[in-house]
């Protein structure tokens, strides 16, 4: 006798096949990796089902997922998110000290903001809003996201599922393949990430980011479906971790400063280069890595038992402490570029100690702190337009350092990497601090009681707590936990360097904690002093510059500059609503990022990109505070006015100042 078939039930079966295959075509054009990984997959742990009423499910371990229908909710859900969606917004910090030009312009398109809307930083959002980037934390059935892309338009969608398993039901009950067009035809899109981690989420965010700009952080929406650890950890980390997205980006008058530093540094002065070769030259010397965090204060008794048997390296305010404790470095590492260093080094060291050591900075530093040590010695400081120019009209044989920032100790253990040396010791490289009130080296400028007063120093507020590197916690910064990732970034990237860290602050991954009485015994050198001439005088050259007039040949490249410029600027034209505004912005970013391909064009992206980034981001997130319509298009306006102006300046900052002295 044949079984009898349910004919709804088959229904609804042939249904779910054919959404399948229709979503597997799209991801065969849009996604091919994403496809290849499906296209014979068999789920394990979680499947489709239907439950008693006849309703799409989920199961797994014989337990169903959704206590209810479905698709109610999930709209149920969706309509709460609406009413209160959940967002992390960008504001610029005001700390009051205006010295630059983009600071004030900042300033005014935030105060005209708080005159004409009001100083409440959270902005009201229409259910029918165009949504510029939203995060997804799971996708369930996926009714959430067909039921938001309905009621909404979305530019940029990130879908992040933890569970392979899950999506792979997701791709048969809705059309990701809609989704997927409905971004592209509004200039955005829509980025997947099936399994992986909340680092993988928080990090694809960033490259999202990077692609697409940076303005889209000034309302970043974060939708998560369902509750489980891979979602609650990654919602958890983004929140943690967003301050890394934001900043950092450089602006016009910090390329000024570079390219002016950097032109006199190896124009005038022929101050040598690091060659790529350096780091094919291996070298087993243990190299003391010095920075100047509050540990170093318990460190000096073992520095000075043993400077015959390292080579040491200080880095930036470093310096005092060590040269008042009768330490002389062997190398010493800068790498600020504005003038205010040169007053920082003096107060260190008197000029006849600066004069025994040899130093290595970024080319962007000021010029007249390379002249008070007996040599200088430059390494290239990525994405930085001075870098840009050596390399693209100079020579590609002085390789950009990567990982040298955004603190002094950075560009001192990414040098030492591109010396060659394997075997690296940290002292007073701390990352962190256990008091409030010790933060750097007792001995420090930081502490230092005039400079106190001028400078108010001696304030660093803990804004969250990281493992230490001998268990517990400690106290750090945003600045102190990129620097310190950025330094696991560097080993990662380095996996024969062997780091020991001896310093009582944060953990360090890929490094090995080590007290400093547990350090082995060292040999001591025969003479340290040749060593470190040999090795200097072997790594850097000024080969194929020192015959060059490089302010004639930067020179030439202004009045394509000038025309590029203009082009960025007629995008500006015929803009009135938010809608109409990220458009813009996107058109300005892209073309900012395909000329980054153009070798023509590449400098000018990178002199404009950190402004760009700034201007943009701030802008957005003020517009979004105007609930009023006619006053928010008037608002954009005068924003767009204030933005091109500040451009223009920027650029006739560079024609005046890349071959004078810096003004900061």
Not at 161 to 172: K, N, R, S, W
Not at 440 to 451: A, G, P, R, V
Request: aromatic letters at 12%; one cysteine or more; glycine letters at 6%.
């Amino acid at each position: 006798m044949t079984a009898q078939v349910d004919p709804l039930l088959d229904i609804q079966t042939k249904v779910l096949r054919a959404t399948f295959i229709n979503n597997m075509a799209v991801l065969k054009k849009y996604m091919p990796d994403v496809f290849k990984f499906y296209e014979s997959y068999t789920p394990t742990r979680v499947k489709l089902t239907f439950d008693d009423k006849g309703h799409l499910n989920l199961v797994s371990n014989g337990n169903l997922i959704y206590q209810g229908d479905p698709k109610k909710l999930s709209d149920q859900q969706v309509a709460e998110f609406l009413e209160k969606p959940h967002n992390l917004t960008y504001h610029v910090a005001q700390d009051g000290s205006y010295n630059f030009e983009h600071e004030k312009v900042l300033v005014n398109i935030c105060e005209r903001r708080q005159k004409e809307a009001g100083f409440n930083n959270t902005a009201i959002f229409p259910k029918n809003e165009q949504i510029d980037f939203i995060a997804f934390m799971g996708t369930g059935l996926g009714y959430h996201l067909q039921s938001l892309f309905v009621t909404n338009d979305i530019r940029y969608a990130f879908v992040y599922e933890p569970d392979p398993d899950c999506f792979y039901c997701t791709l048969h009950s809705v059309d990701i393949g809609d989704m997927i067009k409905k971004c592209f035809s509004r200039g955005g899109q829509l980025t997947l990430q099936i399994g992986g981690n909340a680092n993988g989420f928080v990090n694809e965010i960033s490259r999202i980011f990077k692609r697409q700009g940076y303005f889209n952080l000034s309302k970043m929406f974060l939708y998560r479906h369902y509750l489980s650890e891979q979602t609650n950890e990654a919602f958890q980390m983004v929140h943690d971790l967003a301050y890394r997205y934001a900043g950092g980006w450089g602006f016009c008058e910090d390329e000024v400063i570079g390219i002016s530093h950097t032109l006199s540094n190896i124009g005038i002065h022929k101050f040598p280069i690091i060659l790529a070769s350096a780091k094919e030259k291996s070298k087993d010397q243990p190299v003391f890595i010095i920075g100047n965090g509050p540990s170093l204060d318990e460190s000096f008794t073992y520095l000075k038992t043993n400077k015959k048997k390292a080579i040491f390296i200080s880095c930036g305010s470093a310096l005092k402490p060590l040269l008042d404790n009768g330490i002389v470095p062997d190398i010493h590492i800068e790498m600020e570029r504005t003038a205010s260093l040169y007053d920082w080094v003096i107060k260190a060291g008197k000029k006849e100690q600066l004069q025994k050591i040899d130093l290595i900075c970024l080319n962007t530093v000021y010029p007249e702190v390379l002249k008070l040590f007996k040599q200088a010695h430059l390494i290239l400081k990525p994405e930085d337009a001075g870098s840009l120019f050596i390399r693209d009209y100079i020579s590609k044989k002085y390789p950009e350092i990567y990982y040298c920032n955004p603190t002094v100790s950075n560009a001192a253990t990414s040098s030492v990497v591109a010396l060659g040396f394997k075997n690296l010791y940290l002292f007073g490289v701390d990352y962190g601090f256990k008091s409030e009130d010790h933060h750097h080296s007792k001995d420090s400028l930081y502490f230092t009681e005039q400079t106190n007063q001028d400078l108010d120093l001696g304030v660093i507020k803990g804004q969250l707590k990281v493992p230490g590197n001998f268990g517990g916690e400690v106290f750090a910064t945003q600045t102190f936990d990129s620097s310190r990732m950025m330094l696991e970034m560097l080993l990662q990237a380095n996996p024969d360097i062997n780091c020991v860290n001896t310093s009582d602050g944060a953990m360090v991954e890929l490094s090995t904690p080590c007290q400093i009485n547990d350090l082995p015994d060292f040999k001591d050198f025969e003479d340290k002093s040749e060593l470190v001439k040999r090795i200097l005088l072997e790594s850097f050259d000024n080969n194929d510059y020192s015959q060059t007039d490089l302010f004639e040949e930067f020179e030439k490249l202004l009045p394509k500059m000038q025309a590029y410029l203009n082009q960025l600027l007629d995008f500006s034209q015929n803009v009135r609503s938010r809608v109409e505004l990220s458009e813009m912005f996107s058109a300005q970013y892209k073309f900012i990022e395909d000329c980054q391909q153009s070798k023509s064009k590449r400098l000018f992206s990178k002199f404009m990109r950190g402004s760009l980034n700034y201007l943009q981001a701030n802008i957005m997130s003020n517009v979004y505070l105007y609930s009023e319509q006619t006053q928010q298009e008037e608002y954009i306006q005068f924003c767009l006015m204030t933005m091109n102006t500040h451009l223009k300046w920027s650029f006739e900052e560079l024609k005046a100042h890349y071959n004078k002295p810096a003004k900061y």
